[in-house]
């Protein structure tokens, strides 16, 4: 909906909320304690024009609000997992201010994992591993979309992968391999079908992180890109809950130093490892029966 104060500026779509509410969470379940910890941004629509137009805040829900309400729920219902910690939100957004139509909450979930060998059961460690993310949109229509992800999934190939047969141009300079490293930080989201109460969401994303790294490691690659089109086609083949998958993967160069200069030869042992500038690819692939919903990813 547009909103009009003058003939010539327009009042276009707003959302407004708290981002990168920090939020750790401890179940004591008596001697065994379970650990979430997230980053949590709300972002909230609705009847808002008038706070813009006018300054007039009567519908205006504040962000501090917002902000309590994160930690209030978490004490009040505890935080299974992210994806059921998002709707939870969501709905409580939608069903106690009356001026809020559409609600959208973004998690980020870290690892934590309990200490190998420790007797007791409430010892963790920050695990290395990628960040699990959730992204949820809710209206007040009952209509929501449930996307869950991950970034900065680290992972590596010594071998299985090729780039040649490429186009060259005046300034091309990159020579042709059957031989490389490949490694990407992988960042994936996929959209599910239906935000159905009976999905295990840890279970289902486990699935995925697997189908994404099994992917990975089974494809001989000639391209990044067709790594990436193997990665998505493995998580949508092995979940019919998924339909729609997008995936970024920078190309972490792995450059062989070359050692003749210290009378060494170098059979792709020793490299490099740039970080900038890299390579980028991005695609997304879906199911053919499932609509697109390019909403559910802002």
């Given at each position: 909906m547009l909103y009009q104060r003058s003939s010539s500026v327009v009042l276009g779509p707003t959302r407004y909320g708290k981002a990168e509410v920090r939020m750790v969470h401890v179940s004591r379940n008596g001697a065994e304690h379970a650990l979430k910890d997230l980053t949590v941004s709300v972002a909230l629509c609705g009847d808002q024009a008038e706070t813009h137009l006018t300054g007039d805040n009567a519908k205006v829900l504040t962000?501090?609000?917002?902000?309590?309400?994160?930690?209030?729920?978490?004490?009040?219902?505890?935080?299974?997992?992210?994806?059921?910690?998002a709707v939870l939100l969501t709905r409580h957004f939608l069903t106690?201010?009356?001026?809020?139509?559409?609600?959208?909450?973004?998690?980020?979930?870290?690892?934590?994992?309990?200490?190998?060998?420790?007797?007791?059961?409430?010892?963790?460690?920050?695990?290395?591993?990628?960040v699990r993310t959730v992204l949820v949109h809710a209206d007040v229509d009952g209509r929501r979309t449930i996307v869950s992800g991950l970034t900065d999934l680290v992972v590596l190939n010594t071998a299985g992968s090729e780039f040649h047969g490429f186009y060259k141009?005046?300034?091309?300079?990159?020579?042709?391999?059957?031989?490389?490293?490949?490694?990407?930080?992988?960042?994936?989201?996929?959209?599910?079908?239906?935000?159905?109460?009976?999905?295990?969401?840890?279970?289902?994303?486990?699935?995925?992180?697997?189908?994404?790294?099994?992917?990975?490691?089974?494809?001989?690659?000639?391209?990044?890109?067709?790594?990436?089109?193997?990665m998505g086609e493995r998580l949508l083949t092995q979940d019919e809950r998924i339909a729609e998958v997008r995936l970024t993967l920078p190309n972490r160069h792995h450059f062989a130093v070359d050692l003749a200069p210290f009378g060494l030869s170098n059979d792709n042992e020793v490299f490099y490892a740039a970080d900038r500038p890299y390579g980028l690819i991005e695609g997304t692939l879906a199911r053919g029966d499932a609509p697109a919903d390019p909403g559910a990813w802002e």
């Open positions: 962000t501090d609000a917002q902000k309590n309400a994160v930690y209030a729920l978490a004490r009040q219902h505890g935080v299974a997992t992210a994806e059921e910690f106690t201010c009356p001026y809020i139509s559409h609600a959208r909450i973004a998690v980020e979930e870290y690892a934590w994992d309990r200490i190998p060998g420790a007797e007791s059961r409430h010892s963790f460690v920050r695990g290395g591993r990628e141009d005046e300034y091309t300079t990159l020579a042709e391999t059957t031989d490389r490293v490949l490694a990407t930080a992988v960042d994936a989201r996929w959209r599910h079908t239906e935000a159905t109460p009976d999905v295990d969401w840890d279970k289902s994303y486990a699935r995925a992180r697997a189908a994404l790294m099994t992917a990975f490691a089974d494809t001989h690659s000639l391209s990044l890109q067709q790594t990436l089109y193997a």
